[in-house]
């Protein structure tokens, strides 16, 4: 899921339109202008029915597909299948993949993805042609292993991480981009065009999606910290941090980014608002992954490691239940800011 942005007093930028920030990758690009509308009844199954997975199954329903959904939280499968007359509720992830040849996950790590593809692949294998779309946020060396368990099961694994925000994610705005072997991204895109206004293919490796994704995500973090050094500067130096930022992201920074983070790290406002809200937690994980991915390939990215510090310090300091953005915090802590409470 793509962190998002505030909606703090009567500042609220609108949802990103799927964050469809300008690269197209290699291979086809997949879009909203076109596509067909409906999906006709196909059966589908989904597990992990979190703020994200919850809005594109909505967003599939609406699309004609009927879907067989699981997730453990049984409030939260309840609710989802009481929203929609063509989502049934399953008992178990096997049961999932005994009633659908085409299932998207939506988990919130890779452990947990891993544990659920374990389960899944049993039933998911008997049918003809079955693909698992994953559209988790995980490092690509687990993406790469899991698609050689299910080739080797003569299933489809299709990466397709997911940026957006939850009010952006129900509207279908998403931006996904894709990786996986040709064949089983014939059945995966049209369906997540369904629910994105952008689909990206980025070949048929299956670690290349889940690398464009942490690549976003690092690139959010570092624009977050670099506003929160900037606006430190200018409030030690007596100017006033909101009017500077709004200056600097209405003029030579005008983007979505720096305008939705800007009003956060300048206002100190870093609530978890329900629809513009990405954990802190989740953050530090991804920031953890960026590491990891690069270390892999002896990559340096001395960044990435001073986010990684930002966000044990805020871990730290109790701030797990906030924004993201509340790494930066940090910045107007050091420079000795009194408006830090």
Known sequence: MLPRLSLSGQTCLAALRGCDVGFHGTGLLHSALGRPRKLHGKALGFIGLGKIGSGMVGNLAKAGATIVAFDRDSTALADVAAKQASVSAAASVHEVAQRASVVLTALPNDAVL????????????????????????????????????????????????????????????????????????????????????????????????????????????????????????????????????????????????????????????????????????????????????????????????????????????GRNGLDWSAIALRASEDSGSREVG
């Open 114 to 317: 891993q544990i659920v593809a374990d389960e899944l692949l049993p039933a998911l294998s008997s049918h003809t042609a079955p693909v698992h779309i994953s559209c988790s946020t995980v490092a690509p060396s687990t993406t790469r292993l899991l698609e050689t368990k299910h080739a080797a099961l003569g299933i489809g694994f299709v990466s397709a991480p997911v940026f957006a925000r939850p009010d952006g994610m129900r509207r279908g705005e998403a931006t996904i981009p894709v990786s996986g072997p040709a064949w089983a991204k014939t059945h995966a895109v049209p369906i997540l065009e369904k629910t994105a206004s952008g689909v990206h293919d980025f070949g048929e490796d299956p670690g290349a999606a889940n690398t464009v994704k942490l690549g976003g995500n690092f690139l959010i973090a570092a624009a977050i910290e670099a506003l929160a050094e900037a606006a430190a500067l200018a409030e030690s130096q007596g100017v006033d941090r909101e009017r500077f930022v709004s200056l600097m992201s209405s003029t030579i920074f005008d983007c979505l980014i720096y305008r939705g983070y800007g009003h956060r790290v300048a206002a100190r406002d870093h609530f978890p608002y329900p629809d513009a809200h990405f954990a802190l937690d989740l953050g530090a994980k991804d920031v953890a992954l960026v590491q990891q991915a690069a270390v892999e390939k002896n990559c340096p990215m001395p960044l990435a490691s001073l986010l990684r510090d930002r966000f044990l310090t805020a871990q730290s300091l």
